[in-house]
């Protein structure tokens, strides 16, 4: 019996040992708009840097941002940019020197099946007018050349990134006080919202461009005229010329300074998602920043590189 | 000159009863068969879709952003680590409670209350579990999303259900059977120790698989409590961050379709239904063995 306790004492005491070992760790986690990026960062970092540990999350932006303010993660994923109550919940915590860094430029698709020979272009206001609570529910409720058909209405879960932005473009940004519908079919699984709208002829529905890339049959996507009367397509030049407004973002990390000093590790995955952003983003499905913006991110982390 | 054969035929109601007692024959077959036919519908469906990236490679290699590279190592390294932990920290919890209530709690209002609490926990759902789990095991004993704060919470979820089963287990003991172990002078801690546990494990061990397969399907606390997807390297303490095969899985769906993650997710569910298969093959080796003694 006291054999087992001694060894039971030596076990644990090995344990506690080794956690020490754990300090230079590199946290991430946040948006999962952008887990695909940092999953591929992470990916490659570990490869070219051995016994590098680099780990990574997707709790959603907001969860993030709560993580990163208690100091939990060192690199909080997002896919809009931090709000002023999260700044103060960091400041708060002693957090005070956050630094905002752009990964990635994503555009959100609005879509409808590929059955629906009269939807092709759709203004702000036709599309707020469709997703706002009270709104349309037939498609002549939003132009009203169009059919008398029951619109079904598919959209991200309001815990995504993709719904936040949607809201605040479209819905909020064009009547202050709109709020989102609530009566269609709302998933965090765009697979779902996909299949729905590629089986449903009144369907129509959005999500991210990275993900209509790659489940792109059986889906068209729709034009969007952003208020100065010409149609312009989802793709990547649109996004990345700007032109395909406003449904397209900019995607971020959030670090510490602190941590760009003194930690060699934060600094090196921070670095080497810029360095390897022109390969790895659009691999994932989004499109990368053009050179001058690019200068512009490398430019924060100068004063730190060695 | 052969008999009359004289036939007997039920009439009136009691032919309808027997009618009834036929057709309920085939009732109750028919609702064993659509549990059945989905289960095995699912499981032809999963390994249908999964076998072809069943390869060693698979088991070895880490996450990627491929899904053709991507593996379950970290994830099958971090799922034994917790489950493992969890059990050691449950198991001793969880029997000496039931040995308690059912052998040497006094009868009280005290012990109803106990009772009643336990049965109200093992139906709370998991999320619940995870959200106490990142509050006291995370944040405020500050173990961080460690292998240790991912196993405190599993036991705390696991243990009212084991605690119900092993209760079941020992109240099928005979009463006889004490009496007899107290009537030749054995103490009472003795006969618990060489009549009732013996009787009562095979019951118990059914209770802990069940259990234990629950925590090694768990996703959503795990999640809650902030375990990583994305884990390039091996588990080696109690006191790291970690990962599982069903956040592997629950990752692997929600990719897009086309990307050939589905595969991959189809091929860890065949993975994680082999382990916990496995541990209800020990369970019933182990039971078998303690029937026979």
Redesign the interface.
Known sequence: MTRIAVLAALVLLGLLAACSFDDETVRIDGSSTVFPIAEAVAEEFTLANKGARVNVGFSGTGAGFEKFCRGETQISNASRPIRDSEIEDCAANGIDDIVEIQVAIDALTVLVNPNNDFVDCMTVDELHTAFTNGGASTWSDIRPEWPDDKIIFYYPGTDSGTFDYFFETIVEGVDENATHRGDGTASEDDNVLALGIEHDQNAIGYFGFAFFREASEGLKAVAVDGGDGVCVEPSFDTALDGSYAPLSRPLFIYTRESFLRDRPEVLAVVNFYLESSDTLVPEVGYVSMPPELLDEQFRKLKQFLP | MAAPVIILRATGRVARRQALSRGSRWVLLAASLVGVGVLAYLAYDTIDTGASRLTWDFLTS????FAERAGLRSSIIGTVWVLGATIVLALPVAIGTAIWIEEFAPKNPLLTVVKLNLANLAGVPSIIYGILGLAVFV?FASL??SILAGALTLAAMIIPMTVIAAQEAIRQVPQSLRDGSLALGATHWQTVRHHVLPQALPGIMTGIILAVSRAAGETAAL?ML????????DN??????FTTVPIQIY?W??R????GFQVNASAAIIVLMAAVLTLNLIAAVIRERFRHE
């Open positions: 880490y996450p990627s952003r944040r961080g999303p999640i902030g375990a990583f997807t994305f884990i390039a390297w080696t303490n109690l006191f790291e961050d990752n769906t929600v897009p379709r086309q990307q």
